[in-house]
Structures are given as C-alpha cells and as structure tokens.
C-alpha cells in the first residue's frame, strides 16, 4: 500500500488536468477511488481538501463548486510545497536547500524553468564537503546521475545552461566539454548551440610542455563553454511572457562568443565562484521574469542573487553547509530588488 495524503492526492488529480474548469463531483469520485486503491482507507471529505488548496492559493475558484488548477499562475510557495526537505534559507523569492543533488527524492515534481550551473569540475579542487577527484568514469557517472535528476524536475519548457570547461589536462588529457555534452543528451537533454566563454583574467600559463620543440607542447585554451540544453520544446510559450532584455543586451548575448572576467576566489570566499556576469546574461536570454530558476550547485550563490535581482524566482542547493552560510550572507548582502 502506498504512503500518500488526502493532500497529496487531490493536488495530483488537479495536475494530471490542468487549467481545465472541474466540477467538485468530478474530483471527489477520481480521488475516493484512487486513495481507496492506493492506501485501503477511505478518503472521508473531498471537498474540504479542495477548498483548502483553493485557500492555499493552489486552485482558483471559477464557479460554485468549479475550480480550476493553472501551473503557471500558482504561487511561488504552492509551486515549492513539494521539496520533500527542510528549506536551509528562504527569503521572498529565494529559497536554498542544503543537500546533494544525486538525492532524486529532494523534490517531487517538476519546478524549474531554467538550471543556470556550473558542477564541479574534478579538478582536485577543495571543496569542503565533494570529492572533486573522481576516476573520469565516477565523474561522468556522477554527471549523468545529477543531469537525470535536473531533468525529472524540470518543466517541459525547460533550459539548462551548462557550464563546463572544454576540456582538462591535469590527471590526463580529457575532452569533458563534449563528453558532458553527450551525456546530457543521453539522458533526454536537447541540444541547443554551445556559447564560448573567453575567461579574460584566467591564469592557467604556466606549463609550455616541450618549450619550442615539438616533442611534447601543451595547447591550453582559456575557454569555458556554456552549454545550451532544453528539455522537450525550444519555444518557450509558458510563464509571463515578460522579457526584460535591452536591444543591446540581445545583440550581444545572442553571439555565442562571450568575452568577460572570471570572478575572484578571494573576493568571494568560495574555491570556484562564476562571475554574476554568467548567469545575468543567461537569465535575461533564455527566461521570463517570475520564471523559477535552479542553481544546483549553489556556492556562493550567485545564480540566485541574480535570479532574484532580475525579478526571478530563484532556487539552490549545495551539499557544503558552510557554503549554504556564505551564499545566505551574500543574497541577504547583495539583494536589492526583492519582489
Ligand atoms: C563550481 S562550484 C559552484 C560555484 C557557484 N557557481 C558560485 O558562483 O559560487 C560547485 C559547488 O557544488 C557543490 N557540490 C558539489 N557536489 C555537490 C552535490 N552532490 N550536490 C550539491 N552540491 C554539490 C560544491 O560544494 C560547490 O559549492
């Protein structure tokens, strides 16, 4: 027998038949039957279960027992009631959750508008709380395991801007840039186009190999990509509808060649923090406002001051607790068009 609440079941019925106007006997027979299969017992007052999500702002009352369920009208916390954890960090349209995303049972269902992230590299950096040097097989393991679960919780319309570097050469010269990319599609990711990130200030010119010989040279090139990926359909036909992008902003975003600085370890208190340059620019391309938009791997949490500082709503996550802390501290800091 299953472990499901009245609840639960009611808010299931309303999504297998969204923005549909339903009569109040429709859902109570749908419901008696399905939590009697379900669980054995019987479900004593339907009607009051839906009365209650009406008041929770879940439903929208049409009529006299006519209500009707629209996902892209619901609230943002009727939208997030289905984390099955405990929140690290909410304020307004920020919410963080400490936990790791291979867990596929940190959220029931599909939330995300856009995924703006950057994974771990497996670079050997210190990160407090992840191994970041796996096998290259355990890290594309691990990458598959984190896209599947991005995937399960995303919306149809989704897009998930990956990024990656193009490729490694400590511990092994590896193409991770298309290797990622592969993965990503393999586990159901549509592939939009790839943009090349020209990391102005990045400091990587230090090994030559074979200096001017031809024996053994090292080519570096100091890219990193940022994958464009989408779930089911490229047009996107939900949300507001609001784009908030200047003529000027467009014209350069849409040239898949962006040129800005890295951001500074020091400066953020964080191994490997993105620029908010990166996801300013893929928040205002690819999503509406009020979208929701998911940082898996929050670290300092720049995906999501940005998110919220361009009227989005933002979700994160980070496995580390005190990156949980500093991201907090930073979107309490730096938050300044909270809606
Ligand atoms: C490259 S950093 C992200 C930095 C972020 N973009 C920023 O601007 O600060 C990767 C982050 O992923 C977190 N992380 C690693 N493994 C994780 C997992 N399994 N689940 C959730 N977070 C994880 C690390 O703690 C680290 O903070």
Same mark, same amino acid.
């Given at each position: ?9 009611? @808010? ?47 439903? *929208?009352?049409? $009529? ?11 609230? =943002?916390?009727?939208?997030?009631? =289905? ?9 307004? &349209? ?20 856009? !995924? ?5 590299? /497996?670079?050997?950096?210190? %990160? ?7 096998? %290259? ?13 991005? %995937? ?16 490694? &050469? ?27 990130? /020209?990391?102005? /200030? !990045? ?10 010989? +031809?024996? +053994?040279? #090292? ?25 908030? *992008?200047?003529?000027?902003? =467009? ?8 040129? =800005? ?12 923090? #993105? ?7 893929? !928040?205002?391309? #690819? ?6 938009? #998911? ?13 919220? &500082? ?14 949980? $802390?500093? +991201?907090?501290?930073?979107?309490? $800091?730096? @938050?300044?068009?909270?809606?």
């Amino acid at each position: 027998m299953e472990n499901i609440t009245q609840k639960e079941i009611v @808010i299931e019925f309303f999504e297998k038949n969204p923005k549909r106007d339903i009569q109040h006997s429709e859902v109570a027979d749908w419901v008696a039957a399905e939590y009697q299969n379900r669980t054995g017992d019987v479900f004593s007052d339907p009607r009051a279960q839906v009365r209650k999500l009406h008041q929770a702002g879940i439903l *929208i009352k049409v $009529g006299a027992g006519i209500y009707k369920y629209d996902p892209d009208l619901v609230g =943002f916390e009727s939208k997030l009631g =289905f984390a099955n954890k405990q929140e690290y960090f909410r304020d307004k &349209n920020v919410v963080l959750y400490h936990g790791d995303v291979l867990d596929h049972r940190l959220f029931k269902k599909q939330f995300i508008d856009l !995924i703006v992230t950057s994974p771990p590299y /497996n670079v050997g950096i210190d %990160y407090n709380s992840n191994d970041d040097e796996l096998s %290259y097989h355990q890290y594309l393991e691990f990458s598959e395991k984190w896209m599947t679960n991005c %995937y399960k919780w995303s919306n149809t319309q989704a897009r998930f801007l990956l990024n990656i570097p193009l490729d490694k &050469n400590k511990g092994g010269n590896r193409s991770v840039g298309s290797d990622l990319t592969k993965i990503s599609q393999d586990v159901g990711w549509k592939y939009h186009s790839t943009i090349v990130w /020209n990391e102005g /200030n !990045i400091s990587r010119r230090t090994a030559w190999g074979s200096w001017m010989k +031809a024996s +053994a040279p #090292f080519v570096i090139a100091p890219v990193e990509l940022i994958v464009v990926l989408y779930k089911d359909e490229w047009k996107k036909t939900n949300g507001s509808k609001i784009s908030d *992008i200047t003529r000027a902003e =467009f014209m350069e975003y849409t040239n898949g060649l962006w040129a =800005f600085n890295g951001e500074s370890k020091k400066r953020i208190g964080h191994p490997a923090p #993105f620029p908010k340059e990166l996801p300013y620019r893929a !928040i205002k391309l #690819f999503s509406y406002q009020d979208d929701v938009v #998911f940082d898996p791997f929050t670290g300092s949490g720049t995906t999501l001051i940005v998110a919220a &500082n361009t009227k989005r709503r933002a979700v994160g996550l980070d496995i580390d607790e005190s990156y949980c $802390g500093l +991201a907090r501290d930073r979107i309490m $800091g730096e @938050i300044d068009a909270l809606l």
